[in-house]
C-alpha cells in the first residue's frame, strides 16, 4: 500500500513547517501580500491551516477553521491571486523536499477547491 498524502507530507510536523513557509511566502508575494498583511491573528491562521492540510490529507487532525466558502466571502479573489497562492505553496513544498508526484497531488487538490474560494 502506498504511502498516504498525510504521511508524504510529513504528517503534523512537516505540515507544519510547509505551513509557515507558505505564510511567509504569502507575506512576501506582492499579488497577495496586502491580503495576509490584513491577517489579525496570525497564529490562528497558521494552527487552522495545519489542521486544515491535516484533515485533509488523511491525518487525524479535526479541522476546526471556518469553510472555504465562509472564509473567503466577500474577498473577491480573481483567478491570477490563486496562482500566486498557489505558486507559494509549490515553493514551499519544493523548499521542504516534497517529491513531484506529491507536489502534483497538492496543486490538483487545491485547483479543484478554487469554485469554493474565486470570486465570492
Known amino acids: 500500500m502506498s504511502a498516504s498524502l498525510y504521511d508524504r507530507l510529513g504528517q503534523e510536523q512537516g505540515i507544519s513547517r510547509i505551513v509557515r513557509d507558505v505564510l511567509?511566502?504569502?507575506?512576501?508575494?506582492?499579488?497577495?501580500?496586502?491580503?495576509?498583511?490584513?491577517?489579525?491573528?496570525?497564529?490562528?491562521?497558521?494552527?487552522?491551516?495545519?489542521?486544515?492540510?491535516?484533515?485533509?490529507?488523511?491525518?487525524?487532525?479535526?479541522?476546526?477553521?471556518?469553510?472555504?466558502?465562509?472564509?473567503?466571502?466577500?474577498?473577491?479573489?480573481?483567478?491570477?491571486?490563486?496562482?500566486?497562492?498557489?505558486d507559494d505553496i509549490v515553493a514551499a513544498l519544493e523548499k521542504n523536499g516534497i517529491d513531484a508526484q506529491t507536489k502534483s497531488d497538492v496543486v490538483g487538490i487545491l485547483f479543484s477547491l478554487k469554485s469554493q474560494v474565486l470570486r465570492l
Open 24 to 86: 511567509t511566502l504569502h507575506l512576501q508575494n506582492p499579488l497577495i501580500k496586502s491580503r495576509f498583511e490584513a491577517v489579525k491573528d496570525m497564529d490562528r491562521l497558521h494552527r487552522v491551516s495545519v489542521e486544515f492540510f491535516c484533515s485533509g490529507s488523511g491525518g487525524p487532525q479535526a479541522y476546526t477553521g471556518r469553510d472555504l466558502v465562509a472564509t473567503h466571502k466577500h474577498m473577491n479573489l480573481n483567478e491570477q491571486e490563486l496562482v500566486a497562492a498557489i
